[in-house]
């Protein structure tokens, strides 16, 4: 059996290549050993003193793979970048800007990095800006200047413009000028950048421990990433030094690792907590072999061979004997995986299993992950597919875990562990009083699946939000919107057949305690409480509705409390509104004046299909102070009669079947209204014809009696 490998700071750490989720490996272990971080980890063998380790090789020792990697232009570096750039939301442009004092070699590491080759002869002294660009990987420009007095205008503007500064010292004088005046100079700048400090020309000093030297500069200055020695007369670390600039960049290591404090940061921690939630699949608490493979294909694409799986083990249970590591990989374990690569200046292993997750260099989720672009066109309405359905079926299933078929507080904080908590919108609507709950007061999977049906309704944006939280992953094009569809626009009102959805919303209107919340409380199966709570906030309940011949439906009835006016004043509300259910309270004689009274104020309520419902048929009913009685009133408009109903009485829920059907065909609970605003199109059509007819007429009488 292969001996476990060390974890112990190598001094050639950062020199070799290491396998993404295995431990470090010594250099004289063979390459092929770490197959699992794509190969440009192995042209990182440079020298370099990373900020979070401090682990150097000094130039003199050529590794065995050093050679023929320093003969790599780095053009060919760049192309073999092992994740693109748009892959992984990274930066993909960078702008280096070489600084330095004059003579220290700034335009020949350049030289030596294009040409591959280190001209002797004095070259001009400040290059021209090269580019170099390869497709899908990071387009980079490199920025000569000069140091004398008379190009500092010039030299600021580079610094400016650029995203990391290579700051190159040769000797005695210009090392001291670089905390002296160079890095001083940055920081009067009001810059900000990341600097990589090059100690060039080391073929001159081939003695000098480079720790000893670059160490206290680096602690003195924060915005140093990384220090290397490196030689463009030798061309040697010239490639590394240029590739160090481009990781300062595109994967810096200050938002993940505080230096002083030798730790991850919290963002960090954080956010890894997420990603390894996610990866748990059967929520047990580790991540067991296959999750660990999963992991490592997603982000690397790459699987691992048993002995990894081992290697990974065996470097957490040396850091953490107590880890359960026959069980998987836990949480903690997890994190001081990444907080080993970042130790070890391998922070770019790090990045890359952020940026898969979608995040950005803020260590926050990408915007265009959390809001992708979904429009609802007018008239039409956003609700699940069949795969957001599934969704949030298996993620009720899975988080159910005392299966008693309803999510308790404890297990619906777990579920929602990976986001910022409930959506504002539930939080308003007092979930879970909003929807179905069993008796002992937690959300059944169809209150569940009603929720998000009508948080679907209500705002896409949010259900695609939380879809991302909640780890949504899809083969389909446009990543979380396959989660959702649009319902085909719904076609001018009183024009229209069938409605096509799946979701409607259903305004209940009516006068004061006629009986509206007990109806809300009633379609969520809450016994009948005989007292009264006035609403003032608009209250909403959402459930399925099992329709005649056995197709469901999700209706939502909003109850609009105080808002009642304002909200049937707004053109939109009421558009978003696909049925009203006029209530009045049957055993109350001032009761049904109130709906009189709403649709003289609102006409356009009569766009809307509508039922009446008289409440609380379990009490005496009373004659209306009404100019006309109900029944009356609802035949002259062409509407059915009221439903009589009672919530005390289980037959209630009849209501809520003509409610939906009314919403999904309409056709025949629309009010018959005045000629005026009538449809006139029949009219016009019959009259049309009728004219026709009778010039037709006449024209053949005409033709038959001549003159
Ligand atoms: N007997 C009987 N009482 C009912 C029935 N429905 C509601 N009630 C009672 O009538 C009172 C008012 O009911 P609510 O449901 O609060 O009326 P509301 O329309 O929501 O009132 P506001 O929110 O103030 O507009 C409460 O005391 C209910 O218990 C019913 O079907 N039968
Ligand atoms: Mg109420």
Known sequence: MKAPLTVKPSKHFCSRAVPSMTEP?????????????????????????????????????????????????????LHSS?????????????????????????????TSLVKNVFISSKIQPTLPAITIAAPGSVTTTIVDTSALPQELNTLRKEIRRSDVICLVYSDHY?????????????????????????ANKADLSPGVDPEEEMMPIMLEFKEIDSCIRASAKEQ???????????????????????????????????????????????????????????????????????????????????????????????????????????????HETVWTILRVFHYTDSLSLKDSFLHPKFEVPPNASAELSPLGYRFFVDLFLLFDKDNDGGLNEDELAALFAPTPGLPASWVDS????????????????????????????????????????????????????????????????RRQGRVERNVVLCYVLGSRGSGKSSILDAFLNRPFDSTYHPTIKPRTAVNSVELQGGKQCYLIIE???????????????LNSCDVVCYTYDSSDPDSFAHIVDLRARYPQLDELPAVYAALKADLDKTTQRAEIQPDVYTREIGMSAPLHVSAAWTSISELFVTVSEAALFPN??????????????????????TVCTVMALLYVWKRTNPG
């Not at 092992?82 to 350049?110: N, Q, W, Y």
């Open 82 to 110: 092992f994740i693109s750039p748009a892959l992984v939301g990274m930066a993909d442009t960078v702008r280096i800007v070489v600084c330095g004092d004059e003579g220290t070699g700034k335009s020949s590491l350049i």
């Open 559 to 573: 109850e609009l409390g105080e808002l009642e006016s304002a909200i049937l004043e707004n053109e939109a509300k």
């Open 236 to 346: 040697k670390n010239v490639n590394e030094l240029f590739y160090l600039c481009q990781k300062a960049v595109t994967h810096p290591v200050a938002p993940l690792y505080d230096s002083k404090e030798q730790n991850l940061k919290p963002a960090a921690v954080a956010a890894l907590q997420r990603i390894f939630f996610l990866c748990d699949r059967d929520q047990d608490g580790f991540l067991n072999d296959l999750e660990l493979q999963e992991f490592q294909k997603k982000c690397f694409d790459k699987s691992l061979t048993p002995e990894e799986l081992d290697d990974i083990k065996t470097s957490i249970k040396k850091r953490l004997p107590n880890s359960r590591t026959e069980e998987g990989v836990d949480e903690q374990g997890f994190i001081l995986l990444s907080k080993m690569f970042a130790e070890k200046a391998r």
């Open 25 to 77: 490996r010594e250099p004289n272990e063979s390459p092929a050993l770490s197959p699992i971080l794509p190969n440009v980890a192995s042209f990182h063998l440079s020298n370099p003193i990373y900020r979070p380790s401090l682990h150097t090789v000094d130039i003199s020792t050529p590794k065995p793979l050093q050679k023929s990697i320093l003969a790599t232009p780095i053009i060919q570096l």
């Open 430 to 493: 007092s979930f879970p009083s909003s929807t179905v709950r069993s008796e002992a007061g937690h959300i059944t999977l169809q209150g569940w699946l009603a929720q998000w049906s009508m948080t679907t309704f209500q705002d896409p944006k949010m259900t695609l939000a939380y879809l991302a939280y909640l780890g949504f992953e899809s083969d389909e094009k446009g990543g979380t919107t396959a989660a959702l569809k649009v319902t085909k626009p719904r076609k001018r009102r």
């Open 668 to 689: 025949n609970a629309y009010p018959r209204t005045e000629p005026e605003s009538a449809d006139r199109t029949n009219f016009y059509i019959a009259t049309g014809v």
């Open 174 to 198: 210009s090392y001291e000028r670089v905390s002296l005046s160079w890095l001083p100079l940055f920081r009067s700048l009001g810059v900000n950048l990341p600097v990589v400090l090059c």
